[in-house]
């Protein structure tokens, strides 16, 4: 869904899904695309015209990983630029795994790979901009 702003700044909202496993991992994807192609993050992405947050957060989870997920609470909302002078108004989310097992995902869409990462993993890895800084102050990383 697109809006612009006076100035003709145009804004897109996006969503994003802060995933743990069972035993304390993150699900991360590593991102095909720009902005930001090349790191990881959390999945997600835009949302389609009459979805709502929840919807859309399902749906993208689900097309980037395979792993059908329930919606939580909000956990923060950022401005991301596009790359083409525009910003995305990311809404993240915490979820839940719906389902039984959820070791199994794979990179599908726009993802490059996915998978599950440990704390420690994570702080040696290559990640989008201030995800670390965002998952701390919402009290998700130690």
Known sequence: MTHTEAGGIRRRLAVGAVIKDRRGRFLLVLRRNEPQAGTWTIPGGKVEKGETLAAALT?????????????????????????????????????????????????????????????????????TDRLLEHLRLAGQYP
């Open 59 to 127: 749906r993208e989870v689900w097309e980037e990983t395979g792993l059908p997920v329930v919606c939580g609470k909000k956990l923060w909302v950022v401005d991301l630029p596009d790359g083409s002078g525009g910003i995305y108004e990311v809404h993240d989310f915490l979820a839940m795994p719906d389902g039984s097992d959820d070791s199994e995902v794979r990179a599908g869409d726009d993802a490059a790979d996915a998978g599950w990462f440990t704390a420690d993993e994570m702080a040696t890895m290559t990640l």
